[in-house]
């Protein structure tokens, strides 16, 4: 690593002891600095509880496979940071974070000695950067996961050409709010005046919220399951055959990479946006689509890293997620012993994804990722205790630790899973990554 690359980094990770302020005026004033390159970019803005990875993924493909430069922004980043931002494929260089942070160094310290300004976030200055880059290296489109919520997140700084909210369940309730109804009024917040929406199928709580806002905004709004839908033909461990009837295109056996039927609604999400950039005058046609959706990528999600014994990393970490995970791996696997390598965070409802995931496993062996956010495992062994024989629980101390003994248990017929946080993904792919799998 670079020495001025280490020292960028460090920089940017000590920026976490400003902690998290959602609001859009330290990004405003940082942003303005340089000219406002977020205003010059042609943004399409993903926000939702699960599936903004997986949907921006397949739309970055699509869109590159459509002959276009396209940007893309997504968090947290698994094993490098270099990860959150990436052109076409290519995450940005480690010589392209130290030259923007340090033109970046003197704005954020202009903001942080401005009155009625606070010093930037870890996530303000990182978002400024993704903008800059975007902008400075002429993207066709820049797509932008949103952090956290939507409507005081740093990346709803931006005007969309269009905005996409994936399904929405249950996280960071602390931030925003102990409701559905509460949640879709944060995350459809991203919604602008005139600006298309797409979304996911939502329970009848969040629909009715996102539904009023893009009334409100008079933003024309396409719904899964209503203006366009997926149809299952195969789905299998490496991925998903579908059918699928759009806003103007049907298109017949396409495949997405990515296993779980809940990733029909994520590709069909992209697809639509897809058809709405063409529909307004860019060249998108369904070869591109079909040949985007087929070679989408997206680590971390149902990722089978190992073959004898299976090892999946899979980096669900709230409700919804682990119970479409474990729904997903119980019909696609069924019948095999399940061990599990488990690290959850303390700031997520663990005691729900506890519950979720030890009722349908074997044994399960509890880690920490290196994060101050990571759950003791004595407080999971607490909770998992109440639904499993102690004899078949393990305590680690290292994410590592927790993998070097599942693969010294399992046997090459039972299934190895790693799982809870997506750190704890994070450092099992470093691990494996490190070890050549």
Known sequence: MKSCYKEAIDYIYNLNKYGIKLGLNNISGLLSIFDNPHLKTKVIHIAGTNGKGSTAAVLHSILQKANYKVGLYTSPHLVSFQERMKINGEYITQDEVCALLKRLKPAIKKIAHTEGY?????????????????????????????????????????????????????????????????????????????????????????????????????????IYGEQFKAVLENSLLKGNYF???????????????????????????????????????????????????RHAQWPGRFEIIREKPLVILDGAHNPD?????????????????????????????????????????NKVILT??????????????????????????????????AIDKALQIAREDEI????????????????????GK
């Open 118 to 222: 606070k010093h930037p976030t870890f996530f303000e200055v990182v978002t400024a950067m993704a903008f800059l880059y975007f902008y400075e290296k002429n993207v066709d489109f820049a797509i932008m996961e949103v952090g956290l919520g939507g409507r005081l997140d740093a990346t709803n700084i931006c005007r969309p050409l269009v905005s996409i909210v994936t399904h929405l369940g249950f996280d960071h309730m602390e931030q925003l709010g102990n409701t559905l109804s509460e949640i879709a009024a944060e995350k459809g917040a991203i919604i602008k005046q005139n600006t298309a929406i797409i979304s996911g199928q939502q329970l009848p709580e969040a629909a009715q919220v996102i539904e009023k806002i893009a009334q409100e905004k008079e933003a024309p709004l396409y």
């Open 243 to 293: 059918n699928y009837s759009g806003i103007y295109y049907k298109i017949i056996n396409l495949f997405v990479p990515l296993a779980g039927e809940y990733q029909l609604e994520n590709a069909s999400l992209a697809i639509a946006a897809a058809e709405l950039l063409n529909n307004n005058g860019f060249k998108i046609n369904k070869e591109s689509i079909i040949e985007g959706a």
């Open 321 to 361: 997620g682990v119970t479409q995970f474990m729904k997903n791996l119980k019909r696609l696997i069924p019948d095999k012993n399940i061990i599990a390598v488990l690290g959850v965070f303390q700031d997520k409802d663990f005691t729900a994804i506890v519950k979720t995931i030890v009722t349908q496993i």
């Open 416 to 435: 190895i899973i790693i799982t809870g946080s997506l750190y704890t993904v994070g450092e099992a792919k470093a691990y494996f990554l490190e070890k």
């Open 368 to 401: 920490m990722a290196d994060n101050p956010r990571a759950t003791p495992t004595t407080v999971l062994m607490e909770e998992v205790s109440r639904y499993m024989d102690k004899k078949h629980i393990s305590e680690t101390n290292s994410v590592a630790a």
